[in-house]
């Protein structure tokens, strides 16, 4: 994972953003596979300056690593959770008034209204009032932002509109009788589509990694891919015709040809509908997987005449394979093909191929 990809990416969102908008870089879900601290370092040093989580556990293995920067864990946080977010120096955010009460001491609070997502959030811009306003009645806690999380910035621009005109008045209003709160709303999506949905601060996660929050060619975007999954030949070996590779015989070799062993599968990410219906890039050729994806290892048809040897690197994530064109394939969106890289799979950092 190339963490200079990924501070360019955050410099080149920071261009995009709109009266003075603040970079917030999205790193939960381990940083959507690419490891969550490294790519907190190089979001802050390309110009992040908040970042955001989904869990206490999250926030709290950041600080572990020593990534300073201010910290919001956006999820539901059950209540053995909050000491753990408040351990962590996190901002935690808010929509019911009866919650308030349950915070520990020192924490900021963040009110979220639901202006069409349906997950958390309240509906009622009155109950994010009084959310609000218990928040600010105790002189322990911080009422620090107001925020809503767009639904479809990435497919349908008008929803998004919808979702703006409802939450901009009240977000308005909220900063009029608490000034010095941060509004915040736009995904990747939003940044790029919509600078009125800037506000104080927008929450880039998919496009910080230099992928396409439209599922298209990251390129489009000016945005460059930090990640590649690199793993390695482990066996070539002769299949004549009718022979087969891999559980269920689902591939056949109608003529001579030979199939490579990559000791990879879907325990580290390589999910099992790519069977017969993706490629592996070899020596700067693409091979496609032949048979089926089984736990632990895929299989190759490399042809007679290709020159690829046991030991040679072989990427699946790269190489001219990107995580959309993966995800196209599969019918899934480009956050999926990366979030599903298993723990198996180390994580090896460098900066524009210099090891770190």
């Given amino acids: 994972m190339n963490v200079a990809a990924i501070e360019r990416n955050a410099a080149r969102l920071g261009r995009t953003l709109a009266g003075g908008a603040a970079l917030g ?36 293995e950041l600080r572990a690593e020593g990534v300073g920067a201010r910290l919001v864990v956006m999820g539901a946080l059950a209540p053995a959770e909050l000491a753990l977010a408040a351990g962590a120096g996190a901002d935690v955010v808010a929509w019911r008034p009866e919650w308030i009460a349950s915070l520990p001491p ?29 928040v600010a009645a105790r002189e322990d806690l911080v009422l620090a932002g107001a925020m809503t999380h767009f639904a479809t910035a ?20 909220l900063r009029a009788r608490h000034p010095g709160i941060v509004v915040h709303a736009a995904n990747s999506a939003a940044t790029l589509r919509e600078a009125s949905s800037h506000f104080d601060l927008v929450r880039c996660g998919i496009a910080l990694y230099g992928m396409d929050p439209f599922g298209l060619d990251p390129a489009e975007q000016e945005l460059e891919p930090a990640l590649g999954l690199a793993t390695w030949v482990a066996a070539v070996k002769p299949a004549a015709a009718g022979e087969s590779a891999g559980y269920g015989r689902s591939f056949i070799a109608v003529a001579p040809t030979r199939i490579a ?16 219906n993706a490629d592996v ?30 030991g040679q690197e072989a990427l699946f994530i790269g190489g001219g394979q990107s995580a959309e064109e993966l995800a196209e394939r599969i019918g899934t969106i480009n956050y999926e093909i990366t979030c599903g890289l298993s723990a198996r799979v180390p994580r090896v950092h460098h900066r524009d191929g210099a090891e770190l």
């Fill in 154 to 173: 990435d497919e349908d621009p008008e929803f998004m509109a919808l979702q703006l005109v409802r939450f901009s008045p009240w977000a308005e209003r």
């Fill in 261 to 276: 062993t990559l000791p990879v599968g879907y325990a580290d990410g390589v999910r099992r509908a790519f069977s017969n």
């Fill in 281 to 310: 890039v070899i020596g700067g050729r693409r091979f496609p997987l032949a048979g089926t994806v089984s736990m632990d290892n895929i299989t190759v048809d490399v042809g007679l005449d290709a020159d690829v040897r046991i």
């Fill in 106 to 134: 020192g924490l900021r609070v963040h009110v979220k209204l639901d202006t069409g997502m349906g997950r958390f959030g309240t509906r009622d811009p009155e109950e994010a009032d009084r959310t609000a306003a218990a």
């Fill in 25 to 60: 870089a999205v790193v939960k879900a381990d940083g959507y596979g690419h490891g969550a601290a490294p790519c907190a370092r190089a979001a802050l040093a390309g110009g992040a300056s908040w970042l955001f989580v989904a869990t206490a556990r999250e926030a709290a």
